[in-house]
């Protein structure tokens, strides 16, 4: 407990700081409102639902597209690992889709699904779909030919392979992958919010700052900033406790 | 009459593909015959093909040219009427020791009390009593390979391919294993083809040795060293020392060709 607010305590210096120089004007304060007037800003927010509503719908968006991405992700990083025909396939198609700005193609999606959900779920999924897919292939294809020998011996089938000794040995790889990828989904998130959206934290981030409300922009900020962390921390002790067998030694 | 054999190979070619290069003839018209609860011994100098040999009778890699067949049937792919032993273990890392042990049993749709049991005795008979719950990274390298060779026979494999299994261990635990496993194998008394390198641990160990010459793998010549193996001053008794040194002579030619290859 002690370690942590430790840890921590630049954070709080730098929160001081923050409410230090609005206060005494060293910067401007319509660049930078003091942080107890983005919290108070922030507890009206929340108050008047207006957060929560906006959270609502980004934390559907962002699960929706990334949930889909791990699922279909992990089935085609694992599929070309493991059949030539589909390697063959998809290999060129994730290299030249690899280096692109995901969020150009944000008009993209918007021209194909409208305004709403269905964008921004598509644009999340094609962009966190590919460190999914390659952390995916990159642990599959490792997985060890005497452990796959070792349990076609046993009496597995092939399919049951692929699920008791590929599935395991692809997971380390694979879950960084996701991490990766969870990473992306709030980038495309917010900024495809901000672009075109009627609700979501990248549109009360934009319509707040259009509206001069700055310290309530900074608050809606402030929130995605600690969702953002929130769910690496919590992602990561899913990982630890997945890959227990990895760190008793 | 004689039993027929269990296992035969027979005229057995296989063109090794390395991922870039030339193809190689790995093991050129090899046949042999094992008999049932005989323990086996393929030696030669590294890269002559005796693990092909193992991993074709395993059914791991496609049979090209000739024929091999256990009680009669050709193999078609691997099954667990053979169990298999690698080098490096091939434990299940994510799986506990008792996870491994009971891998095999799951897949045979054993009941679960039933293998509950079968697998501690396992586990007992290997000496690991105590790390059942234990990951493979916990385990010293000849823990481990206790552990892959509880796996193997709790599955009740009529034949056991040992593919170099104490290859990886220090001389003293290879030295314990070995006696380990003679106890084991007098016990349980199953088909044994044990590759090796090992010019001692081969006759230490088993009933006829399959001498191998270098690339491309052919059998020169097998040797019969059936002898009382519970001699506690094995390595000083005569018909050891000779039989080791017979094989010894044998295989040097052959070290010697596979080393001028390499450096070739």
Redesign the interface.
Known sequence: MIKTLIRYLPLLILALVWEMAARFEWVSTTALPPLSDVVRAWIELMVDGELLRNSASSLYRISGGLGLSIVVGTILGIGMAWWKPVNVLLAPIVEVFYPVPKSALIPVTVIWLGFGDGSKILLIFLGCMVPVTIGAFNGARASEQVMVWSARSMGASKLRVLWDVVMPGAMPELLNGIRTALALSFILLVSSELIVAQKGFGYLIGSLGAGGSYDAMYAVVLTVAFLGFAADRAYLEIVRRTLAWRSVA | MQEPAQIVVDHISHLYRPPRGREVLALDAVSLEVRRSEFIALLGPSGCGKSTLL?LI???LPVEKGDIRIDGKAVA????D???V?Q?F?L????TVRGNVL??LE??GMPKAEREKRAMEYIELVGLHGFED??P??LSGGMKQRAAIA?TLA?D?KILLMDEPFGALDAQTRGLMQMELLRIWQRTPKTVIFVTHDVQEAVLLSDRVAVMTARPGRIKTIVDTKFDKNDPDIFKNKFFVEKVDEIWNLVKDEAIKAQGKRSA
């Open positions: 991993y395993g059914g791991f792919g691997p099954g667990p053979r169990g298999i690698f490096h091939a299940f890392p994510w799986k891998y095999g897949r045979q234990s990951y990274s916990q796996r599955f494999p």
